[in-house]
């Protein structure tokens, strides 16, 4: 479904993304992991097309990316960002703020499909006109997931999408994709630093350190504790001590 | 020895379209040079309960308090300009969202010699030489890039850096940290809380640590107190968590993800009303 | 159910339709206004002005054209209820019909300086690069010269009169505009939300124009309602020069240009339309400092 060749993303002086290979198949979920500013959230955004200077090739269910995505595209990949805060348009109410890619998909029904998205992702009715200001972070990220449900993707990469939410929250946000993904074969791609979240969603998953993937595993030897690199042995051996089960 | 910092009976409302609605009701803590967990899901009053230790919240707000008092500063009745001193100087609040409370179109370095400078006399060449030593002292690889980033060039964890940066430069007696580490991988948010570790030790600060990652606060801090609805449920010793009896901190505990064995699904927390009532 | 448009209906929690909310929201923004007394003061003053404006033929007493010579520079009586000009001209009647031009003109000016500024600083910061720096250049051309003297080009170019009047102060006044529009664009350009009605795959028009110029609104409304005042002056200097409004015409900056010379003997024949330009100037700014913390959801 998705194929990344040998992605390279520079901004200027700075090499953020160094030669990343990696393939998820249709209906996976393929985690990303690693140390901060180690390229991950570059990855999704050249995926989704939000930075320009990339080279190497992407390609899509068989379709090369380019520079510039068509309508078809928008309408296939949809991303949820890291920061709940700043995701959100702060002048906008959640209705305005979902009714939008159905204003530019030209997407019918657009009352009751906003109903019917906020329940599935069990937000109250109130919400509907509020703004992002009156929300709780929590109930911010299940809008942006929302937003990016609403025109039917079927490809989610999902950024960080629980590192901003308590520990409640997390477990209903991370139930809701798990359902998500059952029912609509939703292809993803979830980038956490938490391995945890990461290996009760992903079936493979692959490590980064400064721009370059340095290993990939699977669920099962993420859980066993069966990596080869030092880098990701030392996280799994922090995640450990962290949920006192070292 | 005076407490750094007193609450006692705090309550803070919002203006709703029905009235107040109330954030905080009657929150009573006292801070030693120590550090102290606060704890709960997300609407508990948390933030809330941190920004009215610094007076930053919006004018629209009331608050009522018995006693608020920091660093020997009575908060009901401080001036603002009495305020702007302690702001900074004496309290430095980690916001819970970094890159949205960063300056956007400002450098991120300039922003830390800026706050160091606004608290220590010195030359602009000394606020960088100091702005960069506070950015490697919180792990960022390349100082001198990150000094002149502009936050929307930086990851998230780096600008979860930056802000606790900025919030060191001052070198204050409390300092309250609203989820500082919640885009941070392990590794970075192991070195940075024995960062502030030192600091409480070698300099006696007192530390609030905002977070809902229990493990990490019981890990990390002396005390925590777990609030629900804008109330206190209970107050323990960090290493007393695993023992907590209210229901709702052992429904946070129960619903973690857990790296050693798979679960099918979460379990979520069935709230009961009673608790806003109680203890 | 409580009723359409009830109290309760207007400030429900939990709105029924897009349309129960959108006027929920209205209200909720009048009540917010209703809070702020000089806004209120500013907004009644406004409307007041705007219905003297309206309604000029009713309430003028005398021709406001009409000279009489036999009672020049008049004090008030109850004949001439604000005395009367260096020809004989009842003062009230042309103050009452300069509103009509007066207001007239900064209205026109301001609605061709406001979104001309808000779209070329949206579109030069969003796009960035190259056009950025096209569009600045030209702004920073239109902002080397001084104002009158680049409005006096323009009216000399064309026609002296109203319009042009208008269209030279407008012409002259939309840089700062562009500016403002420009710096906070550049705050929320590289914003997450903006990145993400990107990827729905809005196009770059529907983007600025729906989701970076509305944030850049509200700073634009109060420094319009800032420079309201000058934009009257500059009419008048521009009347004073025989460039814009032409006598007979009662425009209130014309009024006090061509009176000052009594100022010290018959002191009020300047200072009436004096009065007139600092309340409608006053009120302006009270009403633009309420709007705009009523157009921000989060100050309310
Ligand atoms: N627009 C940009 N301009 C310049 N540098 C950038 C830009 N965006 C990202 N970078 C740099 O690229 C590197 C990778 O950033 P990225 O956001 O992908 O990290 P990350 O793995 O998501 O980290 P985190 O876990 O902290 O979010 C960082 O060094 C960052 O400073
Ligand atoms: N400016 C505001 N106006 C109105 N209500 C507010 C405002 N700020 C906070 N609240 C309300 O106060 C309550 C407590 O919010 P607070 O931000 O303290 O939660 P928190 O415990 O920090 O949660 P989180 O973990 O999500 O950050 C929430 O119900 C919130 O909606
Ligand atoms: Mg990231
Ligand atoms: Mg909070």
């Known amino acids: 479904m998705i194929e990344v060749r040998d992605l390279n993303v520079r901004f200027g002086k700075v090499h953020a993304v160094r030669g990343a290979s990696f393939t998820v198949a249709e209906g996976e979920s393929f985690g990303l992991v690693g140390e901060s500013g180690s390229g991950k959230s570059t990855v999704l955004r050249a995926l989704a097309g939000l930075v320009t200077g990339w080279t190497g090739s992407m390609s899509m269910a068989g379709c090369a990316l380019g520079r510039r995505r068509d309508a078809a595209f928008h309408r296939a990949v949809q991303m949820v960002f890291q920061d709940p805060y700043g995701s959100l348009h702060p002048r906008q109410t959640v209705d305005r703020i979902l009714s939008e890619p159905l204003i530019v998909h030209r997407i019918p029904d657009a009352d009751q499909r906003i109903a ?40 989610l990469l999902l950024d960080e999408p ?29 980038v956490s630093h938490n391995l945890a979240v990461v290996a009760h969603l992903c079936t493979r998953l692959a490590v980064m350190q400064q721009g370059e993937i340095v290993e990939t595993l699977d669920e099962a030897a993420l859980r066993g504790g069966r990596a080869t690199h030092p880098h990701t042995k030392e996280l799994i051996a922090l995640s450990r001590d962290l949920d006192g089960t070292g | 020895m005076t407490p750094l910092a007193e609450i006692r009976g705090l309550h803070v409302d919002f203006p709703g379209s029905t009235g107040w609605q109330p954030a905080v009701r009657g929150v009573s ?32 707000a009331r608050i009522r308090a018995e006693t608020l008092r920091v660093a020997g500063t009575d908060l009901l009745t401080a001036t603002p300009e009495a305020m702007r001193r302690l702001r900074g100087a004496r309290i430095g609040l980690i916001l819970q969202d970094p890159k949205f409370s960063l300056n956007p179109v400002m450098p991120a370095g300039e922003q830390i010699a800026e706050a160091w400078r606004a608290h220590h006399r010195g030359s602009r ?13 919180v792990l960022i690889r390349d100082p001198a890039r990150v000094f002149a980033a502009y936050p929307h060039e930086l990851s998230g964890g780096m600008g979860q850096r930056v802000m606790i940066a900025m919030m060191l430069a001052p070198g204050p007696d409390l300092l309250i940290a609203d989820e500082p580490t919640s885009a941070l991988d392990a590794t970075v948010q192991a070195e940075i809380l024995r960062l502030l570790d030192r600091l409480v030790s070698d300099r006696g600060m007192g530390l609030v640590l905002i977070s809902h990652d229990l493990p990490l606060v019981s890990r990390f801090c002396d005390r925590i107190v777990v609030m629900y609805g804008g109330r206190v449920m209970e107050e323990l010793r960090a290493a007393d968590l695993h023992a907590a009896r209210h229901p709702y901190t052992r429904g946070l505990l129960n619903c973690l993800p857990r790296l050693d064995a798979a679960r099918q699904r979460l379990p979520v927390l069935a709230r009961d009303p009673a608790w806003l009532e109680g203890p | 159910m409580s009723a359409p448009f009830s109290r309760e209906w207007l400030l429900s929690d939990a709105p029924e339709s897009r349309r129960q909310a959108a006027w929920g929201q209205r209200y ?44 020049r520079l008049a004090p008030p009586s ?27 003109m900064v209205v026109a000016v301001v609605l061709l300086v ?20 096209l569009l600045m250049r030209v702004t920073d051309v239109f902002l080397a010269f001084p104002r009158l003297v680049l409005a006096l080009a323009f009216v000399a170019a064309l026609k002296p009169g109203v319009e042009s009047a208008v269209i030279a102060i407008a012409l002259t006044a939309w840089p700062p505009y562009a500016r403002l529009a420009r ?20 196009s770059a028009t529907r983007t600025v124009l729906r989701h970076v110029a509305p944030v850049a609104v509200p700073s634009l409304v109060v420094r319009v309602t800032l420079d309201m005042s000058s934009f009257i002056l500059t009419a008048a200097g521009l009347g004073f020069l025989g460039l814009g409004a032409q006598p007979p015409l009662p425009e209130w900056g014309t009024m006090i240009a061509t009176s000052r010379r009594f100022i010290l003997e018959q002191w009020w024949v300047p200072l009436i339309p004096g009065i007139a330009i600092f309340l409608a100037s006053l009120a302006f700014n009270l009403l633009g400092d309420g709007l705009r913390d009523v157009l921000d959801p989060k100050q309310r």
Not at chain 1, 170 to 176: D, G, I, M, S
Not at chain 2, 126 to 133: C, G, I
Not at chain 3, 84 to 103: H, K, N
């Open chain 1, 162 to 190: 629980t590192s901003a939410l308590d520990a409640t929250v997390q477990a209903e946000v991370l139930n809701l994709l798990a359902d998500l993904r059952a029912a609509r074969r939703l292809t993803c791609i979830l």
């Open chain 2, 29 to 60: 803590l006292v801070l030693g040079r120590e550090k102290l967990g606060l704890v709960g899901e997300s609407g508990s009053g948390k933030s809330v309960t941190g920004r009215a230790l610094m007076r930053l919240l919006p004018p629209s």
């Open chain 3, 28 to 71: 909720q923004a009048w009540l917010a206004f209703r809070r702020n007394g000089l806004a209120m003061a500013g907004l009644a003053v406004v409307l007041l002005l705007l219905a003297m404006a309206l309604l000029a033929p009713w309430l003028a007493t005398h021709d406001p054209g009409a000279q009489n010579l036999g009672v």
């Open chain 3, 183 to 202: 710096a906070e664009t550049l705050t929320v350009r590289n914003a997450d939300f903006i990145a993400a009605v990107r990827l729905t795959g809005a």
């Open chain 2, 125 to 137: 060449r000394e606020a960088r030489e100091a702005a960069l030593e506070l950015l490697s002292q």
């Open chain 3, 78 to 104: 109850a004949t001439h209820w604000l005395g009367t000009d260096e020809l004989g001209r009842d003062l009230w009647s042309r103050l009452v019909f300069g509103a009509r031009i007066t207001l007239g």
């Open chain 3, 114 to 133: 406001a979104p001309l500024g808000l779209i070329v600083g949206c579109a030069a910061g969003y796009a960035g690069g190259m056009v950025d720096r």
């Open chain 1, 116 to 155: 019917r998205a906020l329940e599935e992702v069990a937000l109250p009715r109130a919400v509907r006109f509020r703004f992002p200001h009156q929300l709780s972070g929590g109930q911010r990220q299940r809008v942006a997931v929302a937003r990016a449900l609403i025109a039917g993707p079927s490809v």
